[in-house]
């Protein structure tokens, strides 16, 4: 199996710019989650969704960020308008349900720098 | 009070030791329980899942679950210096209404290092 897939792998951007981050989860897992990453605040979820909709969000920073997932295989996490303080690294990871495991496999992530 | 505490770092053994680290729950009723390494640069990568009380070995690594006292714990014997990583324990805890979530919680992670 090929893991989990996010795109891209680094992105540095201005400030105000929207940035789009992608994943593909792991073929039949049901679940999927977005979490970032700072030296300061340790791993964070942000969100997460179940068979393509989002269960919760709440850790959502605030309305710059959106999430969606259209199908199965694919969701994005987009921020618009990006800050400096988005700098930090998202992970996406997937599980499934199934044996109620949820085991949660995680992808490489990808490296945000907002300068 | 954190729902996962993992006890603080950062931890340094000499190689061939034993390191041990722990990990403490709030939730009485949570069922899964992980332990993940992540490298400095990677993404964290599961090496270990328990479900049942008492031990689970997989390798140099034994995983040690108690859940009356919400107790998980993760032991490397033959500590190598390829074993220098951040631990995070992590718990599949369960919503207000007794079922599981399907997300996880994760520590603030245990940063081991073992020097040669």
């Known amino acids: 199996d090929a893991g989990v897939i996010q795109s891209p792998r680094h992105e540095v951007t201005e400030m105000g710019q929207e940035v789009t981050l992608r994943c593909k989860p792991i073929s039949g897992h049901d679940y999927l989650f977005w979490y970032r990453q700072t030296m300061m605040r340790g791993l964070e979820l942000l969100i997460y969704f179940n068979n393509n909709v989002p269960i919760d969000d709440s850790g959502m920073p605030e309305d710059r960020f959106s999430a969606k997932m259209p199908n199965a295989s694919f969701s994005t996490l987009k921020i618009q308008p990006s800050e400096p303080r988005d700098s930090a690294v998202y992970f996406c990871a997937s599980s499934e349900s199934s044996g109620a495991s949820y085991e949660q496999y995680f992808g490489p992530g990808t490296r945000l720098t907002v300068t | 009070q954190k729902e996962v505490e993992q006890n603080s770092g950062p931890l340094s053994v000499p190689e061939g030791a034993i390191a041990s680290l722990n990990c403490t729950y709030s939730?009485?009723?949570?069922?899964?329980f992980f332990w993940y390494r992540q490298y400095s640069g990677k993404s964290p990568e599961l090496i270990m899942s328990i479900y049942s009380n008492g031990d689970k070995e997989d390798g140099r690594f034994t995983a040690q679950l108690n859940k009356a006292s919400q107790y998980v714990s993760l032991l490397i014997r033959d500590s190598q210096p390829s074993d220098s990583a951040t631990y995070l324990c992590?718990?599949?805890?369960?919503?207000?209404?007794?079922?599981?979530?399907?997300?996880?919680?994760f520590g603030q992670g245990t940063i081991l290092t073992v020097h040669p």
């Open positions: 939730d009485r009723g949570s069922q899964s």
């Open positions: 992590a718990v599949n805890m369960r919503n207000a209404g007794g079922t599981s979530y399907g997300k996880l919680t």
